[in-house]
């Protein structure tokens, strides 16, 4: 069973672009975090939202926290090459020792 | 400040062999999670140790196994390999506080293909 969903799994798009990102649950979670992957290498933090209805803002990228902290999503303005890789979300429940993740977006931006 | 190193980064295997993967916390992390991530998914959680005893597992088969050592590296085991265990093996070191597991802090991973 899937815990998270992520839309869409991928996305193709010229630089310049905005986009958006979802991730979606029926569970209630303590912290959600957003990761980049790229190829080889394994994922490396973005953010991590914690309160219901949090906004972050890390640069282009923007991440919201669901009212219930069920959902999130990253926007992406002017998206750039550099911005290329998969883009997970994994969601923590509160002691629990582990992350459980979405399958991921995989975005190609494109020049 | 050293990072999380992970060793080997690709290996082959037969089915029905056995496998060490082999994982270097950072620099002051008491912590490590091991995570099984098949192509086109996300990790799944295998297990956790902290302070060399294993605190919690994820749906795994007992075949799956570890170890934390004193300077808090860690080794992942798996026997009796099947063709499904082919995925990259990332670990992630962080230092536990009280309940919280905090920020993780992942390897490139180790690449398995079992044939």
């Known amino acids: 069973t899937q815990l998270l969903e992520q839309s869409p799994q991928f996305l193709s798009i010229q630089e310049g672009e905005n986009l958006t990102v979802y991730c979606n649950s029926s569970s209630v979670f303590s912290s959600l975090q957003w990761y980049r992957q790229e190829p080889g290498e394994g994922p490396v933090l973005l953010v991590t939202?914690?309160?219901?209805?949090e906004v972050k803002k890390l640069k282009r990228l923007t991440f919201q926290f669901g009212d219930a902290r069920k959902d999130s999503s990253l926007h992406i303005t002017a998206a750039q090459p550099g911005d290329t890789g998969l883009y997970l979300c994994?969601?923590?429940?509160?002691?629990?020792?582990?992350?459980?993740f979405g399958k991921g977006t995989k975005l190609t931006v494109n020049p | 400040e050293t990072g999380v190193t992970q060793s080997p980064t690709h290996l082959i295997k037969t089915r029905g062999q056995q496998v060490t993967l082999r994982c270097s916390s950072q620099s002051g992390h008491n912590t490590v999670s091991w995570y099984q991530q098949a192509l086109g998914q996300g990790p799944q959680f295998i297990f956790q140790?902290?302070?060399?005893?294993?605190?919690g597992r994820g749906n795994f088969p007992p075949r799956f196994s570890g170890l934390q050592f004193p300077n808090y590296s860690s080794e992942l085991n798996v026997n009796a390999l099947e063709l499904d265990d082919s995925a990259l093996y990332l670990c992630a070191s962080s230092t536990r506080d009280r309940d919280a597991t905090g920020e993780l802090f992942f390897g490139e991973g180790s690449r398995l293909t079992v044939l």
């Open positions: 994994a969601g923590e429940k509160g002691g629990s020792e582990k992350l459980v």
């Open positions: 939202v914690v309160t219901g209805g």
């Open positions: 140790y902290y302070r060399e005893e294993e605190n």
